[in-house]
């Protein structure tokens, strides 16, 4: 156990709906992550939180949007995805936002799957 | 263009043997390089890093060898056992300018 929490575990959604990925950590970081990962691509850094501002927007697609109400938690909201947005979305958090996330704790991921 | 060119894909190696994985990187900008381990249902865990101001870090029987010149680091594993068996991903960050890049990811296999 990492300390930091994702759920679902997994979800299956249409394009037509509206979701959203939560994620919690217990580490007292101050940085947190968003991070898709696909199959046989480089994982991809989406959006990333410090103090609860949002520092960087990797020009992710505007039906992902994500917020961060506190430090300890990070929500991804979805909305009208594509198929091509299945994956595995992975939250992780560290102490500091530098150097950019190395150092971060990761969750064990939500498998999103759009039909 | 990937920044990051990780090989290979795929690593099988027998119990006791000698892992290598192998990363390649253009931006000389890059000042910080870890690799991450991942097991099945489970994200990325942080393994070893290093800097490009040493040429080998060792950590158990983890080891990073970093040839800054030619742009290439890699990662061994000594004495590789079946619990090592996981995707290894490398990465290069900048530490100013928001740069972040993982390579591909390499499964390995260890066979007992």
New interface residues.
Partial sequence: E?G?TQTPRHLVMGMTNKKSLKCEQHLGHNAMYWYKQSA??????MF?YNFKEQ??NNSVPSRFSPECPNSSHLFLHLHTLQPEDSALY???SSQES????????????TRLTVV | QQQVKQSPQSLIVQKGGISIINCAYENTAFDYFPWYQQFPGKGPALLIAIRPDVSEKKEGRFTISFNKSAKQFSLHIMDSQPGDSATYFCAAIRESGNQFYFGTGTSLTVIP
């Fill in positions: 990492t930091v046989k691509k480089p994982l991809e850094l990333v520092t960087e992975l939250c992780a530098r150097p950019r996330g190395a150092e971060a704790f990761f969750g064990q991921g």
